[in-house]
């Protein structure tokens, strides 16, 4: 087959046969076929690189729209990458390269044509311990919305309210807005920070171990939230709690030292997991 | 035997057998407090040495009688001298050093604000580390510099620069000093500036990245706001080292004792006022004391300054990072 028909992918081949040319074509901003619809987030391949050290080693995997997918394993064994290279936080402080590509609705997020701003607009991202900017809580949220720009006062005052009210703090903080959000508790600030991520309404959710640092009320609120949010947002969150991998994903990522070693439905993941060293992890044998 | 009790016991448990490591710590207390506490009392004589040299021009009815009227006399007129401590009908205004010490202040300001927070902020937010690496231990070193050598530099080669650029009668003048004294405040800002933009925490940063903010938007938006107070502890601290600069001003500035807002005339600061007379003064003269009055205000002003910039920052910083709602 002639090179330029490859790089021309036709409607009627299968989804199969799409693919595989859309690995091989290099820039490509178009919409997505039908049959990758529902997938908002396509992994293929992906290597990551601190330096010439690689923390992941290939790693394909999807997740599906208005999907919950948990990522659970031992650390160091590259959760943390693997959610950063889908926004591509890490390469702002740190020497970064990577092989294989991420696609986000269809666009290759490693494609040199992408606006780095632009993606991560569309992905929010909350960190493992909570990051409110030393402002006012009000400017916190707000924050997101001054970047895109051009809203009005009144837009920017409902956004944030409704925000706060979608991660479930808008009653503990609606008579202190004005207040420095370092005043806030450990639990409050991260729903801040969901909050702040939740106020741009990206189209999927980052989570790098949310709770880690908050007691089990918190992390129960930040649980029920999760499932709130899921109806309108495509969420990936790493956790070391399985029972929290268990009660708030659909989907199951177990990782071990930069490898995807099974990735399926939380239900069987938890159940009856097709792989060895997952069965071990999960039970506590290892980890 | 011995050995056998050492054995059964925990090591937590065990007797140091090295009594002086117990006492290290309690020694090098006292040093220290004792160290800390010489300094202080250096400092205070200081202070009362100054002020005890300077008491007269209060305390003794005669020289009050004389100083105090000419104080802060203005000219009457272009030609009148208001400072001639030595003269039969002695003056002892300090109004034209007064003003010569906030032109070339201003000056100095004027020039080094921009350039060492811009630099500072480029360094902590832009330059990749390497370049960081090497512009910051340079810029330091710039405070190293002996003043001689910044004044003599200004003298010869500032000098001739600014005249040809601004046509000015004298060669010497305010700006010249202004522009020699800022490269004294610039390597302070600089420094200070510089650690208060690294020391907002990176969370804080990626937190922004993270919404879509560019690099730009992340350093005006969140990493200059949290660093402020600290900048602006870097000013003050610029501020107290550009108007305490004696021996630039001096070779630099010109030494005329001018009553004038006009930047492009010969200057005199109250700093170079003290350096150029003092050796010459008689001791115990009124004209001795007037120019320790003039340490009194230096020294009032700078403490002024140092006290604003610790305090400020201790109070914001602490609460900008701790929490305080
Ligand atoms: N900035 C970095 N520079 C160099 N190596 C890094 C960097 N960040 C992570 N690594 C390495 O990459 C590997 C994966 O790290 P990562 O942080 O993704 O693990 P993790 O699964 O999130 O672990 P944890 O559960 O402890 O958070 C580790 O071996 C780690 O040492
Ligand atoms: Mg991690």
């Not at chain 1, 740190?94 to 092989?99: A, L, P, R, Y």
Request: proline share 5%; net charge neutral; with cysteine.
């Amino acid at each position: 087959m002639p090179a330029n028909t490859m790089s021309q992918p036709s409607k009627t081949q299968s989804g199969q046969t799409e693919r595989s040319i859309r690995l091989q074509t290099e820039t490509r901003t178009g919409i997505a076929p039908a049959a990758d619809a529902q997938k908002i987030i396509e992994i293929l391949d992906l290597k990551y690189f601190y330096g010439n050290v690689r923390a992941l080693h290939g790693i394909s995997m999807d997740v599906k729209k208005n999907e919950v997918v948990a990522m659970i394993g031992p650390s160091g064994c590259g959760k943390s990458t693997l959610l950063k290279s889908i926004n591509r936080i890490a390469e702002v402080s740190t020497d970064v390269h990577t092989e294989g590509k991420i696609l986000l609705g269809g666009e290759n997020v490693y494609d040199p044509a992408m606006d780095i701003t632009e993606l991560r607009r569309r992905i929010g991202m909350v960190f493992q311990k909570p990051n409110p900017f030393p402002k006012s809580i009000y400017e916190n949220i707000a924050y997101g919305l001054k970047i895109i720009g051009g809203f009005a006062k009144k837009q920017v005052d409902e956004i944030v309210e409704r925000s706060l009210k979608q991660a479930a703090i808008w009653d503990e903080v609606k008579d202190r807005l004005d207040k420095n959000a370092l005043g806030l508790s450990g639990g409050q600030q991260q729903r801040l920070c969901i909050a702040r991520a939740l106020a741009t309404e990206p189209e999927v959710i980052l989570m790098d171990e949310p709770c880690s640092a908050l007691d089990p009320i918190s992390t129960q609120k930040i649980e029920n939230l999760i499932d709130e949010l899921k109806p309108k947002y495509t969420i990936i969150i790493v956790t070391h709690n399985m029972q929290q991998a268990a009660r708030v994903s659909d989907r199951t990522a177990f990782m071990m030292l930069g490898k995807l070693v099974e990735f399926d439905a939380t239900s069987k993941i938890f159940t009856k997991p097709a792989d060895k060293l997952t069965e071990d992890y999960i039970t506590g044998r290892f980890g | 035997m011995a050995e056998a009790i050492i054995e059964s016991m925990p090591l937590s448990r065990q007797v140091r057998t090295n009594p002086a490591a117990k006492n290290a710590d309690a020694a090098a207390r006292v040093a220290i407090t004792a160290v800390a506490v010489f300094a202080l009392a250096i400092i205070f004589l200081i202070l009362i040495f100054i002020f005890k040299e300077a008491k007269d021009v209060f305390f003794d009815a005669k020289k009050r009688d004389q100083v105090l009227p000419t104080l802060f006399m203005m000219p009457a007129n272009e030609n009148q001298a208001v400072w001639t401590p030595i003269s039969k009908n002695p003056k002892y205004s300090l109004m034209p050093m007064l003003l010569g010490t906030l032109k070339t202040t201003l000056v100095a300001m004027f020039i080094a604000i921009p350039i060492s927070v811009l630099a500072a902020i480029y360094t902590a937010c832009f330059a990749p580390r390497w370049v960081r690496e090497i512009v910051k231990p340079a810029i330091e070193l710039l405070a190293g510099f002996p003043s001689v050598v910044l004044g003599f530099f200004a003298l010869i080669a500032i000098a001739g620069f600014m005249q040809r650029l601004t046509g000015a009668d004298y060669r010497l003048n305010a700006i010249v000093g202004g522009i020699a004294v800022s490269l004294t405040a610039i390597p302070i800002i600089f420094t200070i500036a510089e650690d208060a933009l690294s020391a907002v925490p990176k969370a804080m940063q990626e937190a922004s990245y993270g919404l879509g903010a560019t690099e730009w938007e992340t350093a005006f938006y969140i990493v200059l706001p949290a660093a402020y107070p600290g900048i602006f502890a870097g000013i003050l601290l610029g501020l107290g080292r550009a108007f305490g600069e004696t021996l630039i001003v001096l070779l630099a500035a010109g030494n005329a004792l001018i009553v004038s807002w006009d930047f492009l005339v010969p200057t005199k600061t109250l700093t170079a006022t003290i350096g150029a007379e003092m050796g010459e003064v008689v001791y115990g003269d009124t004209h001795y004391n007037v120019l320790f009055l003039i340490g009194v205000f230096l020294f009032v002003f700078s403490v002024i300054i140092n006290s604003i910039a610790e305090f400020y920052v201790k109070g914001r910083l602490m609460k900008k990072f701790s929490g305080a709602a």
